[in-house]
């Protein structure tokens, strides 16, 4: 494996970032334990507080759904419960509106997350990038994913409240993805008031370092959260994913600390990128984007010594780093990334 | 609240059991902790293993799922794992073939579970009940929930696989639901050998206890397993999941005491409800359905002792009984039954 030598597998990890396994085999012999860099997930998890064995046991009760959303509309300022819907992961909101709304002609702002595309591709709408915020408005739909990943471009709501409300004007929907907002421009997000006809998404995975408990939630009108409250199911979201849920998202003491602690890391991690040689194009507090004249080739190396990046199939120039857990992980990167 | 008075929350109860929340707003005064026999859960669930805390951090990766596939494929025979499919329950599964597959006109065997049904008719098809199963071969698909609940009829897997071969001729489907098969009639499950073109379902969370969980899984052919899962999308399973459904389906030692174990609480139950002038009319090992002429009497009376069965709308004589826990809940069902 070269820099010269496009390698089988390198699509897998171009494609999303976090599958460790398809690493495990591009380069079996890399020191142990990985380290996974390559998604945005804040490596300082929630701490799993104690719940009630029933949690895992019964099967969720509305009550007990109600309570989580109301949590979460609290927690995102969201104006009425009513308009929350909590789903397992915000990928599953993804999927789920492309099948419910009725647009055929999508518009997603610029190169991002490739969920939404994929989504909509799959339910059978044609799908169209742009470059212009205020395009989106000619489309059925606009998908604006706020910051975006991975270069991190904020959008003013403002401007999106115009959007939608253009969108809106000719029947058309307006879906802002904030999976990344807690961390950033926080106060850019449309959840405390959702012009009408706006879907928001907020991912909770992210934030709380908590990915593989697939929680996330939508912020809409009544009507379209009823409808995706149906089209979800009677039991969308695990027990655990309830009770977790309400705690993390009633603390706001760790929120707190969680924004002082990434902030720094991300610094960190940009004065480390900075001083080998590399351009920080952009990212959030959970990741950063940056660009090198040789990055494909630091890519492969970072691979051997067991650390996981994220490239870009387009941008061969670029990597997105996601921040390292612990000492060790940021001593092991500073060594593989070399002088 | 008296047997002659129909009381608001009567039809949330009658439409699936499980939600104490209705039971504890109908009887608010009831003793505590309520005891809910509304479903068909196992009352023992299985231990919950211990699991590295990626599980909770990380988003499942391919090959974590293709482990959990391998060990479900395991347990319940399927030919091949490529055919088999995990999803966050058999719930979910339901939604999806409602939403993939082309049928229009549906045909469902018998008074069973109301998810089918509903979603069908939530993707537009045209549901009929009919009463005999070959009936089902000029349908477009035919679902079979086998045992049945709550009566636990059993249909042959000889006679299951005539009717998927008359269906498939035809281009039909036939979809056998088996999230009740694991105590009883295990040897009629289709997984093991599914007919072209069915689909057969099983539940993780009622065998082991752990339906909070979210797990189930479908057996299938290896185009429509590719189907399914590409709509249920790439992190379906949670990791928690992922970790608890390997451990504890590739424990036969605990599924042969449970198996024990839950025989000799269903003849208990009988037992029980026999001597108070009750008529079993069917059930599997996880539930028992019972008929008395004061039925309708006898769960308001069981309500107000903070004790939730299962009524039908559409046959007042008739209640379901889950399996009591312990000892104490025991005690507190024969009291409540009365004389």
Redesign the interface.
Known sequence: MTAATPFAGFEALAY?G????VARRLAPDAPQPWI?LS?G?NPH?YP?PAFP????????????VARLEAAAAARYGAPDPAGLVAA??S??II?TLA?LLPARRVGVLGATYA?HER?WR?AGAMVERVDDVDRLAAFDAGVVVNPNNPDGRIVAKDRLAALGGALAARGGTLIVDEAFIDFDAAEQSLAPAPPAGAIVLRSF?KAY??????LGFAVASFEVAQRLR??L?????????IAIGCAALADEAWLAEARARLAADAARLDRLLIERGWAIIGGTKLFRLAEHPEARAVFERLLRAGVLTRPFADAPRRLRFGLPASSEHWERLAAALGG
């Open positions: 999303h976090g599958d460790l396994a996974d998604t997930i998890p799993l064995p029933e949690a895992w046991t019964r099967l969720p009760d509305r009550d007990s397992a992961g990928q599953e999927q099948r969920g989504a799959a995975g370092g908590l990915a593989g408990l697939r149906a089209a199911g009677p039991w969308a979201v695990s027990g655990p994913a």
